[in-house]
């Protein structure tokens, strides 16, 4: 199965900064590559499919970009409701994967 | 609005079966696959395996295959995970969700149900 791996596994921000975060992959899944949100307590959020389309309701801060094996979520501007853990997954192969987590906390 | 109601947490002992459930509401369930997603204490999220109730189709992650049942019942828009034989190890969060009419991807997800493994 693909294995995806995001880094850092925590990264410090001050509100209104920009926050990029990292997912690769062990091998290529083109653009089928998804962000989910997951605030403590709460189930996960889907915020980007196919490496850079916003799903429904999500505001225009959040972005996506990359392809192949490497891929980046960028919050533009972090509010205080962006402070959470962020998972990426793929979904090229069967099983769709996981990787394990960035946690974006408050600097 | 699309909505998924989980079963409440659960403690139980090695070797108890268990059936956690999850009702859908807000759309027409037999037209989407339903999914489980497990997440253990300090680890990553996982794919446990997917259903599509209209056809009766379900498909596994290999590392879930005959250690679950997915099921689900199209009359009561409702999804189920069991197991026959609980070990310590499925201590974990269990979250059920909607997959995207498209893609592996989950759109909609339910708030998850602890299950907690224990002698």
């Known amino acids: 199965e693909i294995v995806m791996t995001q880094s850092p596994v925590t990264l410090s921000v001050s509100p209104g900064e920009r926050a990029t975060l990292s997912c690769r992959a062990s091998?290529?899944?083109?653009?089928?590559l998804a962000w989910y949100q997951q605030k403590p307590g709460q189930a996960p959020r889907l915020l980007i499919y196919?490496?850079?389309t916003r799903a429904t309701g999500v505001p225009a801060r959040f972005s996506g970009s990359g392809s192949g094996t490497e891929f980046t979520l960028t919050i533009s501007s972090l509010q205080s409701e962006d402070f959470a853990v962020y998972h990426c997954q793929q979904y090229n192969n069967w099983p769709p994967t996981f990787g394990g987590g960035t946690k974006v906390d408050i600097k | 609005e699309v909505q998924l109601v989980q079963s409440g947490a659960e403690v139980k002992k090695p070797g108890e079966s268990l059936e956690i459930s999850c009702k859908a509401s807000g759309y027409r369930f037999s037209d989407y696959w339903i999914g489980w997603v497990r997440r253990m204490p300090g680890k990553g999220l996982e794919w446990m395996g997917i259903i599509y109730s209209g056809e009766s189709d379900t498909r596994y992650n290999p590392s879930f295959q005959g250690q679950v049942t997915i099921s689900a019942d199209q009359s009561i828009s409702t999804a189920y995970l069991q197991w026959s034989s609980l070990k310590a190890s499925d201590t974990a969060i269990y979250f059920c969700a909607r997959r995207d009419v498209n893609w592996n991807v989950f759109d909609y997800w339910g708030p998850g149900t602890m299950v907690t493994v224990s002698s």
């Open positions: 196919g490496a850079s």
């Open positions: 091998q290529s899944v083109s653009s089928y």
